[in-house]
């Protein structure tokens, strides 16, 4: 059984089966997380055939996970739900704005984790996928995905295959600020980032992209700004077709 300090991302999955009990008792129990209002404003959209998992899987990158694990996840910050609430019963909604977005995103991210928590100790292995919100207008098309819902996170999940060594992870002092904000010295960058600069995998990392520092990999090559402006644009655009922007 995995715990929160032997945790790892799973990407190869057994062909044993995730049964429909188990996967409803744990999205049933991660509903027990914190919501804002206790309105749970996020939907799961559970992907387990073939033909799906590959139409999703352009919208992730074709990373052989998504099309390869049993199941895929798809969560989302869902006002529609509500929304259509509000209208049954003679209220008229106001949650067609960026902060609803926000508070709803909030509450799909904190379901997320809790469903990983869940299953994680159930044995599963799962991958999060950032890859959501790059190109989430892939995502909303693939799935039908209604005005007001929004994807924000993608879980493979599967029964481990695989035992990948344990991420690096920065120390405590780090990014623990007592009372207020301490930026960070040129020093306290040195301290913090020496060790992860050091591992041998982070070595060889920076040697076969051809550059002189791991951080210049993270930003020329894996989160280049022009990536991340373009991506930012179809996030706004897919924020505006869904409603949560005007």
């Known amino acids: 059984m ?5 945790r ?3 990407r190869k999955y057994s062909g044993k089966e995730v049964g429909d009990e188990l996967l409803n008792r744990l999205l049933t129990e991660a509903a027990r997380t ?6 749970q404003l996020y939907s799961v959209v559970v992907t ?20 390869e694990a049993p199941v895929v996840l798809t969560v989302c910050a869902d006002f529609n739900r509500a929304s259509s609430w509000c209208r049954c019963r003679k209220a008229e909604p106001g949650y067609d704005n960026f902060l609803s977005f926000m508070n709803a995103a909030t509450d799909a991210l904190l379901y997320t984790q809790t469903f990983c928590n869940l299953a994680e100790e159930e044995g599963l292995g799962l991958c999060f996928l950032g890859t959501t919100v790059y190109m989430p207008q892939m995502i909303i098309d693939t799935l039908k995905l209604p005005q007001l819902v929004m994807p924000v996170a993608t879980i493979t999940l599967g029964w481990p295959a695989e035992e990948p060594p344990m991420s690096d992870r920065l120390p405590l002092e780090s990014f623990v600020h007592d009372e207020t904000y301490h930026d ?7 301290r ?9 995998e982070n070595k060889e990392f ?20 022009k ?13 505006k077709k869904q409603g949560f922007i005007q």
């Not at 960070?184 to 040195?190: K, L, R």
């Not at 179809?234 to 924020?239: D, F, H, S």
Request: glycine fraction near 4%; aromatic fraction near 8%; charge should be negative.
């Open 48 to 67: 387990r055939s073939e033909e799906m998992k590959a139409k999703l899987a352009p919208a992730h990158f074709n990373q052989p996970m998504v099309t």
């Open 206 to 225: 920076v040697r076969i992209n051809n550059k002189e520092t791991l951080a210049q990999v993270y930003a020329d090559i894996r989160y280049t700004k």
């Open 192 to 200: 913090y980032y020496g060790p992860k600069e050091a591992l041998e």
């Open 8 to 10: 790892r991302s799973i």
């Open 2 to 6: 995995m715990t929160i300090n032997t």
């Open 34 to 39: 914190q919501t804002m209002g206790n309105m």
């Open 227 to 239: 990536d991340n402006e373009a991506m930012s644009a179809g996030m706004m655009e897919a924020l």
């Open 184 to 190: 960070y010295s040129p020093a306290d960058i040195d």
